[in-house]
């Protein structure tokens, strides 16, 4: 019987689907960002990235999508796509499952519930694991010669004596801890959570936090204030963040500027799906302004066609704009509204327009 486990997966799906209307994309994002003491960054360069991700909220979806014929049937592909961490949802998307297993022991149906935060060669993060998914990671470390220690009462498994340093022999295009780049691994197991980094530090830090985290920033409290705008779209799939720190934003012409922080979310729900992003500008720009011109021009700013009207909300120096929009075509294989996003971002014309209401001095 080709659906037989269906029911099991029903009954989870509609327990965690509860949870994740009670914590919406802004509690998430404090929730991950007020783990991560600003210490573990130490010796970090460039943007902070975050990303909080639970592919359990769009997989049931996605074998409706495969049921009814409209995509493979490859629920838990979607599900590590549309939910996993920025770096390693990009991994994701160009690595066959074969190769992801037989980099690190894990399949995308092991991104259930999964957090990463970045900056530079400074990476760490925590992942959801079960007997199996456990034993398969594990013994892929093991195969790869990774040395067993103890830290703060758990085990660890680790590979790099320099922290954060890259090496080519280490470079595994299909790792997505920051194998990648070569980067060092250290990964504790803690009951039903895998925790890795980078480098000692960070993974003491992540164990044990102590002082002030990310969350405590100026930025990330205001971008997480514009996610408090959302409404409630469905079953957070997942919410991803960038805070610029004085280098750059992925918003094509405007990578430096005017934007201090992105933050982008994906929903899921039955039969409808809806995505928000949220802009942190800088003081030298109109949000109320601006949130008028994007309202204006929001059907030309991409290639991509937007799937419903965006509500554009401004406040708190940050735009809220949000898309809620009948189920997609291609049954969860993507999110319509979040891909418009995409495609905002990416094309130009949204980087145009936020620089054009930059106030000058009079």
Known sequence: MRYTWI??????????TTAAHAQGAADRLQTILSRVPLAALDGGQGPIIAGFGNGDAVRWIAVRGAQAGVNAN????????????PSQQAIIATTPDEALRAAVGLRPGDWVDTFEVIQGNVRMGAMDIFPDSEMRLRGALYSRGFAETERGGAPVLWQGDADY??????????????GDMGLPLRMAFSGNRAIWATGWQALDLLMQPSGQTIASRPDAQAVIAGLRRVGNLGALVSVRCWLRNGETVPVAGAEAGPIEGLA?????????????????????????????GLRD??????DVESPA?????????????????????????????YEAFLAALNGGRLGFLISRHVATPE
Not at 265 to 289: K, S
Not at 320 to 333: C, E, H, K, L, Q
């Open 74 to 85: 490859t629920p838990n592909r979607f599900a590590a796509l549309r939910s996993a961490p």
């Open 165 to 178: 340093r890259s090496s080519p022999d280490r470079v595994d295009p299909a790792n997505p801890f920051g």
């Open 297 to 302: 021009a929001w059907p030309i700013l991409s």
């Open 7 to 16: 029911l099991p997966l029903v009954f989870a799906c509609l327990t965690i």
């Open 309 to 337: 009207e965006p509500e554009i909300t401004a406040g708190g120096g940050t735009i809220t704009i949000t898309i809620r929009s009948d189920w997609g075509a291609d049954g969860a294989a993507s999110n319509a509204g």
């Open 264 to 292: 982008l979310a994906d929903y899921a729900n039955r039969e409808t799906e809806g995505a928000a992003m949220v802009l942190l500008l800088a003081d030298a720009v109109d949000a109320d302004a601006l949130a008028t």
